[in-house]
């Protein structure tokens, strides 16, 4: 196997060292990256971690007032721009603020935003669906994309029924995400709207923020990346 001949915490290395250099402090160990405030485990190719050794790890961190998060190495392979805007933002060193009220509301094809997403979003840009842009001095510092409801696999498409796929920005932008959503609604009949957060990387905040119910919460599960 891969990893009996050239050792895990040898491949790993070089990952380790070049997201621990975009953190001020950062000490590594094994697979894990710490601060005072966060605890970054990093997940290679062809490596499996049970449901059970993640719920851990994030229990773990919890206990001692850090924030456990995930990174894959294909995140760092195919989005390096995306999970370092990521990681900056993670630990408080980005950016300028732009306030909502100074920014544009501009609606785009997806086509036109898949750039801005694949920077500034590290899961990277949806297929489909209408991206709502803040536009400030000509260019995008935010966007929200909406599509209806294609998560609920089998389900059919229900006529007012949408999902919030993603969220990103360049800049802090104060009641950015709240201005995208009043204009999507302000354009269209709205029956409901659902979103999913990735609990390995996100808190889940701004959903409360926005006045979204959470109505279910899944476990983690086992994660590999081949």
């Known amino acids: 196997a891969y990893f009996d001949k050239i050792g895990i915490d040898r491949h790993c290395e070089p990952y380790l060292s070049l997201i621990a250099s975009w953190i001020p402090g950062a000490k590594i160990k094994r697979q894990v990256i710490y601060t005072d405030k966060i605890a970054i485990m990093f997940i290679p190719l062809y490596w499996q971690k049970s449901a059970a050794k993640l719920q851990a790890f994030k229990t773990k961190a919890e206990l001692s007032g850090r924030r456990a998060v995930f990174i894959y190495e294909h995140w760092l392979r195919l989005r390096r721009v995306a999970t370092r805007n990521f990681i900056l933002n993670l630990t408080g060193r980005v950016r300028r603020t732009v306030f909502a009220r100074n920014c544009e509301v501009v609606v785009k094809p997806i086509a036109e935003v898949k750039s801005f997403l694949n920077t500034y979003h590290i899961q990277g840009s949806p297929l489909t669906g209408k991206a709502y842009c803040l536009m400030y001095e000509g260019s995008i510092v935010g966007c929200m994309v909406f599509n209806h409801t294609t ?76």
Do not use: Q, W
Not at 198 to 206: A, C, Q, V, W
């Open 151 to 226: 998560s609920n696999r089998g389900s059919k498409k229900t006529k007012g029924a949408y999902e919030l796929t993603r969220f990103a920005t360049s800049a802090s932008i104060p009641g950015g995400a709240s201005r995208l959503l009043k204009a999507h609604l302000k354009r269209h009949e709205v029956i409901s709207i659902v979103s999913y957060s990735d609990n390995s990387l996100f808190t889940g905040s701004m959903y409360k923020k926005l006045g979204f119910e959470k109505t279910k919460e899944t476990k983690a599960d086992r994660k590999s990346t081949v």
